[in-house]
């Protein structure tokens, strides 16, 4: 039997640390398969947040805890007016269904309202998870692609609609321009610099300054010794007429 393909083995530098590019990148999950953000080499699963499924249990929890929370509310609302009533006129001398149905109110409108509540901070918790992981997955990309990446770089590495991927690559260059810029080339073709991601400009070895300096001085020298011969010949002529 062919053994199937090895793993590789959760690094110890980080949760998130691919060990192939050595990026702090998240997974994309393309079916079973889960992947590097950065580099797009096969992962082990479940060592690393997910950027197609980052934040969704929290953001499909709060949905379902807010619909909910409606229901109870609504619900309990009718059926304390309708208890209230039929036993208000069971009893018209006294104030009992009044009394029944108000607590009823009070008591489905705290259960509703703390549904709804609770289901709207747990989506807003999962919106936001969702944002920092994509954004750890566009960096990582960044990164390892020399600073410099198009919407449909993003959209096919992190496995993600084209439009969805520029509107996040735009908001970006809105909200934080000092670490993602919108550039456009002649072709006007978009792409997206990161300029923390841009590799070192290329630098001068030590040596190649030190020759370069010794010549330049070396020829200021000459040109000066220059101008002082012709200076010397010209005191000489004048002192022979």
């Not at 053994?3 to 980080?14: D, I, L, S």
């Not at 747990?122 to 920092?132: A, D, M, N, Q, Y």
């Not at 020759?211 to 101008?227: D, F, K, P, T």
Request: charged share 15%; with cysteine; proline share 7%.
């Amino acid at each position: 039997m062919t053994p199937g393909p090895a793993f590789p083995r959760r690094p110890t530098g980080g949760a998130g640390l691919c060990p192939y590019c050595r990026k702090d990148a998240p997974l994309v999950y393309r079916g079973v398969l889960a992947t590097c953000a950065a580099c797009g080499r096969a992962r082990v699963p479940l060592t690393a947040a997910a950027v197609n499924l980052a934040g969704q249990p929290s953001k499909v929890g709060g949905s379902v805890a807010n619909v909910i929370g409606w229901v109870v509310l609504g619900v309990g609302l009718v059926v304390a007016l309708l208890l209230g009533a039929l036993f208000q006129a069971i009893f018209p001398a006294g104030f009992f269904g009044w009394v029944l149905g108000i607590v009823i109110a009070l008591v489905a409108g705290g259960l509703g309202l703390g549904l709804v509540l609770g289901g709207r901070s747990l989506h807003r918790s999962g919106t936001e998870k969702e944002r920092v992981t994509v954004e750890r997955g566009l960096f990582a990309l960044a990164q390892n692609r020399g600073g410099v990446l198009s919407a449909l770089d993003v959209a096919q590495a992190l496995a993600l609609p084209p439009a969805r991927a520029d509107a996040i690559l735009t908001d970006l260059a809105k909200t934080d321009p000092d670490r993602v810029r919108l550039e456009v080339d002649d072709a006007g073709t978009l792409t997206y610099v990161f300029p923390q991601a841009l590799p070192p400009a290329p630098t001068m070895p030590a040596q190649q300054v030190r020759v370069a300096a010794s010549g330049e001085r070396a020829a200021a020298e000459a040109e000066a010794a220059g101008e002082d011969a012709d200076v010397s010949g010209a005191s000489a002529r004048s002192f022979r007429r």
